[in-house]
């Protein structure tokens, strides 16, 4: 599976940014789509998943309420749509799958893409 992330950027707090992930190589129906986060000097966490077949979702408490994931089988698409952005979601932003729904550990998630820089400014 080869994932390609887009629609990084710099905004003001307060606003809003989608990020898109594009699959390739595979067939999505057993994977596990999610997003991480990684800031500087800071360890990659989990930000929000979802289950590409049933499209359940489950999400850090940091975005809840904030951040949604969907996705698009047309495309073979996963998006991030971030809303009320805060100064402290700034991270380059990382889209991998996996097999395990509701997992949180990077090292779990299998295939990763490039990455996509988010910038949020005060």
């Known amino acids: 599976v080869q994932l390609v992330e887009s629609g990084g950027g710099l905004v003001q707090a307060g606003g809003s940014l989608r990020l898109s992930c594009v699959a390739s190589?595979?067939?999505?129906?057993?994977?596990?789509m999610g997003w991480f986060r990684q800031a500087p000097g800071k360890e990659r966490e989990f930000v929000v998943g979802i289950s590409w077949s049933a499209g359940s979702t489950y999400w850090d408490d940091s975005v809840k309420g904030r951040f949604t994931i969907s996705r698009d089988a047309a495309v073979n698409t996963v998006y991030l749509q971030m809303n009320v952005l805060k100064p402290e979601d700034t991270a380059v932003y990382f889209c991998?799958?996996?097999?395990?729904?509701?997992?949180?550990?990077?090292?779990?998630?299998?295939?990763w893409g490039q990455g996509a820089q988010v910038t949020v400014s005060s």
């Open positions: 991998a799958a996996g097999l395990i729904f509701g997992s949180i550990w990077p090292y779990q998630y299998l295939y």
């Open positions: 190589g595979d067939s999505l129906s057993r994977y596990v």
